[in-house]
Structures are given as C-alpha cells and as structure tokens.
C-alpha cells in the first residue's frame, strides 16, 4: 500500500461503521471502527493480491474438508469456472 492512503470512516445509522479506501475504491463494515478497518485491510488485500493464502492441510480438516477431495476439486468444475 502506498504511503498516504486515504480511509474514510462512517458510523451508519444502525451502529456499524464503514471504512472506505479511496484509493482502490473498496468499502467495507465492522461492528466498531476497528472491525472496520480490519475488514477493510483483508478485503483490499485480497483484491490487491497482497492478501490471503493457499489453506494448510489443516484448515481444511479444522472446516471438515478432506485435502485430498479439495485438491482434485478443481478437475470436477465446470469450464468456465476454471
């Protein structure tokens, strides 16, 4: 991210709040400012590709996934989700 990123911060009517990057025009909301700005963080970086990571044998067990079944997924997709 580059140096003098510009976030927006609102409180919405309904308590939440929403923090917005100007920048990358991305928005998202939290329960507080900063569950805001955390989910902002891992929404730009997933649009970004600065963000998330191929899941560990592990998680995958941990979500009840077979890591074997969700290696080979991908062959059963249909074209164009590929």
């Known amino acids: 991210m580059s ?4 976030i927006h911060l609102t409180e919405n009517p ?3 709040w929403t923090a917005r990057d100007e920048e990358v025009g991305i928005s ?3 329960a507080s400012r900063a569950a805001a700005l955390d989910a902002l963080d ?8 600065d963000g ?3 899941p560990t044998e592990e998680e995958l ?5 077979d890591p ?3 290696r080979t997924q991908g062959e059963k997709l249909p074209d164009a989700l590929r």
Do not use: K, S, W
Not at 42 to 49: L, M, R
Not at 61 to 65: A, C, I, K
């Open 61 to 65: 067990r941990d979500l009840g996934v």
């Open 52 to 54: 998330g990571h191929e």
């Open 68 to 70: 074997e079944t969700a």
């Open 14 to 16: 309904d308590g939440q």
């Open 42 to 49: 891992d929404v730009v970086g997933a649009v970004t590709g």
């Open 28 to 30: 998202a909301q939290g």
């Open 3 to 6: 140096i003098g990123r510009e």
